[in-house]
């Protein structure tokens, strides 16, 4: 347990569906990040918010959006994507962004599109 | 933020130490060195980090050599449980500073 949970675990979902993917921190931390982990790729940033304010958007298509509503909650909504677009979605926190602290991941969303 | 190279992969013996080398001829004196690994299917779980000095913990020890261009995760004695992707990354510690994962390297410990 790492403290950040991440709900559901799996989600299988049509390219015409709407689904959301959450994550919940317990450590107390101002930064969240969301990551794309696609079948033999490296881990890919997606998004970041510090202090509940998006302060990064690494060229992710807006077929993904996410939100923050406070600094223990993010969320990455989805809606009309593309199959290759399964992967695995992590979200992860720290401290705060940039810090030399250390980001704890959740286990991840195991996505499938169909 | 400075390139890191590890080897692909390694095998080690379980109850021996695990040695993963990793190479960071670029970095920038401002530059910690940061260890993390995945098991397979799950979340990165942070291990270690260090900037000169050498650091221990629970987990493992981290060498940095001298010149900083290189350095050494140990898990002085691997389990089965510690067969994982270990990836050495380095950056600043400034806001807008990213965890970039490269390649990485899969250890395997066999019994």
């Known amino acids: 347990e790492t403290g950040v949970t991440q709900t559901p675990r799996h989600l299988v979902m049509g390219m015409t569906n709407k689904k959301s993917l959450k994550c919940e921190q317990h450590?107390?931390?101002?930064?969240m990040y969301w990551y794309k982990q696609s079948a033999k790729k490296p881990l890919e940033l997606m998004f970041v918010?510090?202090?509940?304010?998006?302060?990064e958007n690494n060229s992710v298509p807006s077929r993904f959006s996410p939100e923050c509503p406070n600094s223990s909650h993010l969320f990455l909504h989805l809606h009309t994507l593309q199959p290759e677009d399964s992967a695995l979605y992590l979200c992860?926190?720290?401290?705060?962004?940039?810090?030399?602290?250390?980001?704890?991941f959740g286990p991840g969303t195991r996505l499938t599109v169909l | 933020d400075a390139k890191t190279t590890q080897p692909p992969s390694m095998d080690c013996a379980e109850g021996r130490a695990a040695n993963l080398p990793c190479n960071h001829s670029t970095i920038s004196g401002n530059e910690y060195v940061y260890w993390y690994r995945q098991i397979h299917s799950q979340g990165p779980q942070y291990i270690i980090h260090?900037?000169?000095n050498n650091e221990t913990n629970e987990m493992a020890s981290l060498i940095i050599t001298e010149d900083r261009k290189s350095s050494t995760l140990i898990l002085p004695h691997a389990t089965l449980r510690d067969t994982a992707v270990y990836y050495c990354?380095?950056?600043?510690?400034?806001?807008?500073?990213?965890?970039?994962f490269g390649e990485g390297t899969q250890l395997t410990v066999n019994p």
């Open positions: 992860a926190s720290s401290v705060r962004d940039g810090s030399y602290n250390e980001q704890f």
């Open positions: 918010y510090n202090f509940k304010e998006q302060t």
């Open positions: 990354i380095v950056r600043v510690s400034i806001s807008g500073s990213r965890l970039t």
């Open positions: 260090g900037l000169k």
């Open positions: 450590l107390g931390h101002n930064a």
